[in-house]
């Protein structure tokens, strides 16, 4: 737990040094301080028989959307592996590119995550055809749809407003993805009623608890929610 | 409407608002003195420049200034949809792209109508709009450009998202307002992504859903501060371009288009004034 915290607060102090180069210094330090009070909360994650603890506090919140990020590294590559019968060049391009950017959501909260990151989740994808064009882009709508979801839902349980930005910085391009693949399926269906209120133009984000149980129809191992913030 | 009444409201909710008009007495005095001296109707544009000089300066704390800064974008994206949908019907009557440009403008006037309604009467007036930036652009609301219109509106989707995203973190006091921002936000990219879309289908063929490095592609370099900054191929500390995992390379073009960066305050004021009137 002490080495894990340690490798999560080097990340931290690093990025306040590196990362956030745009942002003048006072501007950092005015939140620098919700950073430093959430290392404290660092959680070593552990698979016991309630399943794979994503852990409390931020680490939590970064190993949910790690593994929302799993599940949608994990499709994408088969996707581009076995891609679905027909598939135009046009096609091919764009969703090799989502399933990079995908790969590097992951790849990227691993590195960050470092000690407190969760094991490599098993995915189920039995229920999709991967040679059928409806049903991989009938999945992505599903997953980049839940995925935008969830992070605004989890946005304001962050204490740190460094993990915030990060997590701002990925729930757009999933909504760049969301639309593309909504268009793709039905030219114009970019923002429509199932995902934003008609009435004041707002996405409508979801719960944990509600993501959890919409993904865990692909998600095989067990994940455990129950220290999240809420 | 009052003029007098409009700052008095302000005040009560937020106390500074003097001692952000510098100096505080002459401006008062001055924005009163002027608006002695010209017609009525060209008040919302004087109101205009006082809450640029207000709220224009550095990164405000209260949410309520930031909630204004949003709606002033919001205004903006409004009136720029309800133009072009006015505009470009009779050319795009019956296709799809009317049909879309339609459902951003629906969506954009909900944004204002939310954002005022949050605020009640600390909500500022909608300041007056020039969408050639004093001559930069081509009228985006000729038949005859189009093209500038859906170059225009892909620079204000993309500045949206990118304002919304800066702000968020000083929107932390208050779950609710940044849960609501962010709700906007995603929205946001939704349309940026459509509009890049509709460009692709309308000849930009290689335009991307998504942005590619800093590039603005072929929107004129007057709006090349909407994009500066996105080419970020390391985030907290972590190098992301050159990755190799799974047998997958991730490029640099693909490292940048993961990432969508915040704007400050200040650079995304910067951008939204120079359509101001």
């Not at chain 1, 009070?37 to 959680?43: I, K, N, P, Q, S």
């Not at chain 1, 719960?207 to 913030?229: D, E, F, M, R, W």
């Not at chain 2, 620079?155 to 921002?181: C, H, I, W």
Request: aromatic share 8%.
């Amino acid at each position: 737990m002490t080495k894990n915290t340690a490798l999560f607060e080097n990340k931290i102090v690093a990025d306040r040094d590196s990362g956030f180069a745009n942002m003048s210094r006072r501007k950092f330090l005015n939140y620098a301080g919700a950073s430093t009070g959430l290392v404290l909360l660092a959680a070593c994650s552990k698979n016991d028989n309630n399943g794979v603890d994503l852990g409390s506090g931020d680490t939590g919140i970064l190993n949910y959307a790690y593994a929302l990020e799993q599940l949608e590294a994990a499709f994408y590559i088969q996707v581009a592996k076995t891609f679905y019968t027909g598939i135009t060049e046009d096609e091919k391009a764009l969703l090799t590119d989502i399933r990079d950017h995908e790969v590097a959501h992951r790849e990227f909260f691993k590195a960050a995550l470092g000690g407190s990151a969760i094991q490599a989740l098993e995915v189920d994808f039995s229920s999709i055809n991967f040679a059928d064009r409806t049903s991989v882009l009938g999945t992505a709508k599903a997953f980049e749809d839940l995925g935008v979801s969830a992070y605004n839902g989890a946005g304001p349980l962050f204490q740190s407003a460094a993990f915030l930005t990060l997590a701002g910085k990925i729930v757009s391009v999933e909504a760049r993805h969301a639309a593309l693949i909504r268009d793709r399926i039905s030219n114009g269906s970019f923002v429509a009623a199932d995902v934003v209120d008609m009435t004041t133009g707002l996405e409508k984000s979801r719960t944990p608890a509600q993501v959890l149980s919409i993904a865990g129809t692909y998600i095989k191992t067990q994940i455990n929610a129950s220290n999240l913030p809420s | 409407m009052n003029l007098q009444n409009i700052i008095k409201e302000i005040e009560t909710v937020d106390p500074e608002f003097h001692e952000r008009v510098s100096p505080r007495r002459e401006a008062i005095k001055s924005l009163t003195g002027f608006g002695k001296k010209i017609a009525l109707g060209a008040l919302p544009l004087a109101m205009g420049s006082l809450f640029t000089k207000a709220y224009g300066q550095t990164q405000p704390t209260a949410i309520n200034d930031i909630l204004n800064f949003a709606l002033t974008l919001e205004y903006l994206e409004a009136e720029f949809y309800t133009r072009g949908v006015t505009a470009h019907g009779t050319l795009l009557a019956g296709t799809p792209a009317i049909g879309a440009l339609t459902t951003i403008r629906n969506d954009e006037t909900n944004h204002v109508t939310f954002l005022k309604s949050v605020l009640g009467a600390a909500a500022v007036a909608k300041p007056n709009f020039d969408f050639t930036a004093k001559g930069t652009f081509p009228d985006p609301f000729l038949p005859t450009n189009y093209a500038v219109f859906l170059a225009l509106a892909q620079a204000f989707e993309d500045t949206g998202v990118r304002a919304y995203k800066g702000q968020a973190p000083f929107l932390m006091s208050n779950k609710t307002v940044l849960g609501a921002a962010l709700n906007i936000h995603s929205v946001e990219a939704r349309h940026a992504s459509h509009i890049r879309q509709m460009r692709k289908a309308n000849g930009d063929t290689t335009l991307k859903p998504w942005i590619t490095g800093n590039s603005r592609g072929s929107i004129p370099a007057a709006a090349q501060a909407v994009y500066n900054g996105e080419e970020l191929e390391t985030q907290a500390n972590v190098k992301i371009s050159g990755m190799v995992v799974d047998g997958i390379t991730i490029s640099t073009a693909a490292a940048t288009e993961a990432f969508d960066e915040p704007l400050s305050y200040t650079d995304a004021l910067n951008i939204a004034k120079l359509f101001l009137a």
